[in-house]
């Protein structure tokens, strides 16, 4: 049986399509509910890991701090 290294790369997706998206939906908006934030990566086809987070999150609208916070990242 092999090995299993100690180091797997889980997290290696690249967050900037989802930054870029959170710019363009907040540009002017104070809070998005999760629902529409959602539909909106969707739309945009962003990478399956990156919908999975979103869809992740709790019900309810969100700043945009919030929701980096939440993912785990930042945006603009």
């Known amino acids: 049986m092999a090995a ?9 997706v690249d967050t900037r399509p989802l930054e ?6 907040y540009h002017g908006q104070e809070r998005i ?8 990566a969707l739309a945009a086809e962003l990478p399956a890991q990156l919908l999975a ?5 709790p019900q309810g609208e969100y ?8 993912l785990g990242g930042s945006a603009g």
Not at 33 to 40: K, L
């Open 53 to 57: 987070r979103l869809n992740a999150l």
């Open 63 to 70: 700043a945009v701090d919030e929701v980096t916070d939440l």
């Open 33 to 40: 509910s999760q629902v529409d934030i959602y539909r909106r």
């Open 20 to 25: 870029e998206l959170l710019d363009e939906l």
């Open 4 to 12: 299993v290294p100690d180091e797997i790369e889980v997290e290696a």
